[in-house]
């Protein structure tokens, strides 16, 4: 990969999810007035693995899946970021998830770089057994970066805590014992922590909540729309519930429901458990996920994938606040409309990590082979989350930036800094 080129040029390129996280770190690189050299360093990834690899079937066959694992950042710590499983995966969205990872860890100041990884696979059309020679085939691949130092691994869309199992036991039988600290996001019962499973979507609660009493917004009883009925968009929508609010719609990728008397979420999680899907709900409306972004709700959470809002809806969007449990749902073009119709945007390396805070709790945790109890995971889990909404809002009132540019300012600045301090080797 060349890297003596011009920032903005290559932000020009073809809009897709890296391409967005270049647009959003040209602005902020050039608005901070950092150095040509520190730019084009920092909007490279510093390691980027493919891996192409066999899989055993359970009829005999034997299929190649492609892998990747990238590390953009680790200037201020081991690379840490979850593992994708879809079959949408690709090297450039990937590029831009291991970015936003760096902002995240830096934004919540936690000593972590970023990285991010995935399998081009649809998890859902594998055997249980399938899965699992994938995952531990995937994990001999890529445990040239894994490192309890180096690199730690975590859920993603498509994997889960028994994938993160698999992951740590592969790393763990190389090297002849234990390791629990290489990977976040496990079992309680081989080192992962209480809390870890809901942190994301707890999050996402917590800074809704906050940020409605900074903007003035209602909170007892406001209406929510959740796109993503999985880990994190579950979760947030039974917390916003138990909160106080009222979700009138919940969608996953085959669609959507609504009800604005409110939806019983605790019913629509045991309803989607039993059928794979929220569509169907008894007494619900139907509505496409499409449709469920464009509803006059207070909340909006997008939490699926990215590129959701674009300039061709963001016009049509109604809610007063958008919490982003997913990265990226928002387009820049779609920032700057959403702006301008005082929609507050409450970002996605804030919004949604809570997942890498408490992951970070996990790692010290483990290293530490000292665990804490759940009441006080969630206790500090809502004093980084409270506390960064608030620096980010302080930033946003000093400079007049909206939410995502104030925090992506606050984040790209402590990596330059770091980058700054450390110098450049040798």
Not at 52 to 76: C, E, Q
Not at 347 to 361: E, K, M, Q, R, T
Not at 379 to 400: P, W
């Amino acid at each position: 990969m060349q890297v003596d080129r011009d920032p903005v040029t290559v932000a020009e390129a073809v809009d897709d999810p890296w391409t967005m996280a270049l647009r959003q770190f040209v602005q902020v690189a050039q608005r901070l007035g950092l150095k040509r050299g520190i730019q084009q360093y920092l909007m490279v990834p510093e390691r980027e693995l493919t891996v192409n690899f066999p899989v055993k079937m359970d009829d005999g066959s034997v299929r190649v899946f492609t892998g990747y694992r990238v590390h953009h950042s680790l200037v201020r710590g081991p690379a840490k970021g979850g593992i994708r499983y879809h079959p949408a995966v690709s090297l450039h969205e990937v590029r831009a998830l291991a970015m936003w990872m760096t902002w995240k860890c830096a934004l919540m100041n936690l000593p972590y770089g970023g990285a991010k990884g995935g399998v081009v696979v649809d998890p859902h059309t594998l055997s249980r057994d399938e899965l699992e020679r994938l995952t531990r085939r995937y994990a001999a691949e890529i445990a040239v970066f894994m490192h309890p130092h180096g690199d730690i691994p975590a859920p993603d869309v498509g994997t889960n805590a028994q994938v993160m199992a698999s992951i740590m036991d592969t790393y763990s039988m190389h090297r002849g014992h234990s390791i629990p600290a290489v990977v976040t996001g496990k079992p309680v019962v081989i080192g992962g922590s209480v809390g870890r499973a809901e942190a994301t979507g707890r999050g996402v609660m917590l800074v809704a909540r906050e940020a409605a009493r900074l903007f003035g917004l209602p909170w007892e009883g406001a209406t929510v729309a959740v796109q993503g009925f999985g880990n994190v968009g579950s979760v947030a929508a039974r917390l916003l519930q138990e909160a106080g609010c009222r979700v009138v719609a919940v969608s996953d990728v085959r669609g959507g429901i609504y009800a604005d008397r409110g939806l019983d979420i605790a019913a629509v999680q045991q309803h989607a458990a039993a059928t794979g899907s929220v569509v169907g709900f008894p007494g619900a409306a139907a509505v496409s996920n499409a449709e469920l972004l464009e509803l006059p709700v207070t909340i909006l959470v997008p939490a699926a994938l990215e590129g959701q809002i674009t300039a061709a809806n963001a016009s049509r969007i109604r809610a007063r606040m958008i919490v982003e449990g997913a990265n990226g749902p928002t387009t820049p073009e779609a920032d700057a409309v959403l702006a301008r119709n005082g929609v507050v945007v409450v970002p996605d390396i804030l919004a949604n990590a809570g997942g890498v805070v408490v992951s970070y709790f996990e790692w010290v945790q483990d290293l530490q082979a000292f665990f804490w109890d759940e009441a006080e995971i969630n206790r500090r889990l809502e004093r980084l989350m409270v506390q960064a909404l608030h620096q980010v809002a302080a930033t946003a009132r000093a400079t007049g930036l909206d939410l995502r540019q104030a925090a992506l300012q606050r984040a790209v600045q402590r990596v330059a800094e770091a980058l700054t301090v450390r110098g450049i080797y040798p």
